[in-house]
């Protein structure tokens, strides 16, 4: 199953970059062995439109036209289900199994999704109850990407 993350914003150049950097790749070099593969990543500029409801339906719409077709949609949100990694890899793992091409995994703006996109989604997570900047939310996620791929093909990087 190939997977694309999404990010409104783009990290600039920096520890945070290098970080989340890391984990993708780690995650792009065990993945394959075990039917999982990072497709790519999409950074998108945040709109500028004048209010919030409008700029988060101008970044769904980019989010819906870089979707593969039958995609599984993950979305970060606040308002998402909270997860343990064990889980968050039981979900992937049974995405793959039941044949899923591909799964996107989105991160929102600064104001976060539209309510019509969270309406669409296979599975909302969230990462914790606090909030969290953009460019930590990007390194969470891609070091749980590869979490999952350790937990899934049995490696001990993930101890319980």
């Given at each position: ?31 394959p062995a ?50 343990d990694s ?75």
């Amino acid at each position: 199953m190939r997977i694309t993350l999404f990010a409104v914003g783009r990290l600039k150049t920096g520890p945070e970059k290098d970080l989340a950097s890391r984990y993708l790749d780690r995650f792009a070099k065990a993945g394959p062995a075990i039917g999982l593969e990072l497709a790519k990543l999409v950074e998108i500029q945040e709109s500028r439109a004048s209010n919030a409801d409008t700029r988060k339906r101008e970044e769904a719409s980019a989010l819906e036209k870089a979707m593969p077709e039958g995609a599984i949609l993950v979305l970060l949100d606040e308002r998402g289900k909270t997860l343990d990694s064990q889980a968050f890899s039981d979900a992937i793992g049974r995405y793959r199994d039941n044949g899923k091409r591909d799964m996107m995994l989105a991160i929102g703006g600064a104001d976060g999704l539209d309510p019509e996109l969270r309406g669409k989604a296979d599975l909302v997570l969230n990462l914790g109850t606090m909030t969290w900047p953009h460019q930590l939310v990007r390194i969470l996620i891609a070091e749980q990407l590869y979490r999952a791929v350790t937990i899934l093909s049995g490696h001990p990087y993930h101890r319980v």
